[in-house]
């Protein structure tokens, strides 16, 4: 099993940065990729950013040249590096994990990020 522990959300006014991280933790399982989701109220959950253990990437076209995604492949953690943040980028951040060979979802809980105008 695979635990998903997401930090780093919070408020922050327009223009501003934020960092997620995402550690994952448990045992008997390998990593293929990991990466950030969102869900605005009203709205589907989307893909905003993620990689693979071997570090390529793939981002929403809305976040593309503000937003960067990495990982620390010793520590099973992966980071979103969040900056020009619009009051559009308000949302539920959800960490997602795809584990290698059985191809697991996992998801985080999920961390509050609200940009103000």
């Known amino acids: 099993q695979v635990q998903l522990v997401e930090s780093g959300g919070g408020l922050v006014q327009a223009g501003g940065s934020l960092r997620l991280s995402c550690a994952a933790s448990?045992?008997?399982?390998?990593?293929?990729?990991m990466g950030w989701y969102r869900q605005a109220p009203g709205k589907q959950r989307e893909l905003v950013a993620d990689i693979t253990y071997s570090r390529n990437t793939n981002y929403a076209d809305s976040v593309k040249g503000r937003f960067t995604i990495s990982r620390d492949n010793a520590k099973n953690t992966v980071y979103l590096q969040m900056n020009s943040l619009e009051p559009e980028d308000t949302a539920v951040y959800y960490c997602?994990?795809?584990?290698?060979?059985?191809?697991?979802?996992?998801w985080g809980q999920g961390t509050q990020v609200t940009v103000s105008s």
């Open positions: 997602k994990l795809i584990t290698r060979y059985s191809s697991s979802n996992y």
């Open positions: 448990g045992s008997g399982f390998s990593i293929y990729s």
